[in-house]
């Protein structure tokens, strides 16, 4: 004797969910990999304004380094750092929108199941909120 078959519907959600979920994960790791380049670029900075202003300094381009002046790299790495942080808060909050979503597909899911094996009444106007 086999294990019943999930419905169609039930097996739609749950694919759903788990996209969500790898979604999650997505805009995770981005954010962790941002915070690390942001440390980074932080770190450099910190070296940069030990410089005296006439030493020379150099940046990396690709494998070679590039000789140029320390307020230029001081501009440079200052921006990409407001960069970074911009890029962060936006990631913050599709993190913190998808954590929402996944609450209510776990939500739906879960009544889903409570309810037996009828799907709920189709929504069609909910689903799709630009008509």
């Known amino acids: 004797m086999s294990a019943p078959q999930m419905p169609p519907w039930?097996?739609?959600?749950?694919?759903?969910?788990?996209?969500?979920?790898?979604?999650?994960?997505?805009?995770?790791?981005?954010?962790?990999?941002?915070?690390?380049?942001?440390?980074?670029?932080?770190?450099?900075?910190?070296e940069l304004n030990k410089v005296a202003d006439?030493?020379?300094?150099f940046k990396?381009?690709?494998t070679v380094l590039i000789k140029s002046d320390k307020k230029?790299?001081?501009d440079e790495l200052e921006e990409k750092v407001e960069l970074a942080k911009t890029r962060?808060?936006?990631l913050e909050k599709q993190e913190v929108r998808v954590k929402e979503t996944l609450k209510e597909q776990e939500a739906k899911i879960t009544e889903m199941m409570k309810s037996g094996a009828t799907p709920p009444p189709a929504k069609a106007e909910e689903d799709n909120p630009r008509k």
């Open 72 to 74: 230029t790299l001081v």
């Open 88 to 90: 962060s808060t936006v």
């Open 54 to 57: 006439g030493d020379s300094v």
């Open 10 to 46: 039930l097996q739609e959600q749950i694919g759903k969910l788990q996209q969500s979920q790898q979604n999650l994960q997505s805009i995770m790791t981005q954010r962790q990999h941002l915070e690390m380049e942001k440390a980074e670029t932080e770190k450099a900075l910190e």
């Open 60 to 62: 990396q381009a690709g």
